[in-house]
């Protein structure tokens, strides 16, 4: 099994930016990748971005491409994902998964995903 703890959300105006951080915990060894997730009211769960614990390979969606960056640190089994030029749509609840997929690009799909955190709310006001 493999625990994870999100922090880091609240509320910010738009423009503004905030630090999501996901600790991983347990049997963090078979986890290979580390993805962000986020669902806003009456959404499904989408995809944001994803990193490969092993090299660092990362991958986005297009709707966060270019102002978001996910990041680890392997001493600290944590994940980050900076959030910059934030939005009124980026709001929603982001999660944070772990999957045992060994993949050379982290997957993208909910479904590829074992472990999830209980998500941290992000507010973006306009």
């Known amino acids: 099994q493999v625990q994870l703890a999100e922090s880091g959300g609240g509320l910010v105006q738009s423009g503004g930016s905030l630090r999501l951080s996901c600790a991983a915990s347990?049997?963090?060894?078979?986890?290979?990748?580390m993805g962000w997730f986020r669902q806003a009211p009456g959404k499904e769960r989408e995809f944001v971005a994803a990193?490969?614990?092993?090299?660092?390979?990362?991958t986005y969606a297009d709707s966060v491409k270019g102002r978001y960056t996910i990041s680890r640190v392997l001493a600290k089994n944590t994940a980050y994902l900076q959030m910059n030029s934030l939005k009124p749509e980026d709001t929603a609840i982001y999660y944070c998964?772990?999957?045992?997929?060994?993949?050379?690009?982290?997957?993208?799909?909910?479904?590829?995903?074992?472990?999830w955190g209980q998500g941290t709310q992000v507010t973006v006001s306009s």
């Open positions: 347990g049997r963090t060894f078979s986890s290979n990748s």
């Open positions: 998964a772990a999957s045992t997929r060994l993949t050379i690009v982290p997957p993208k799909g909910p479904y590829d995903y074992e472990y």
């Open positions: 990193t490969r614990w092993s090299d660092g390979t990362t």
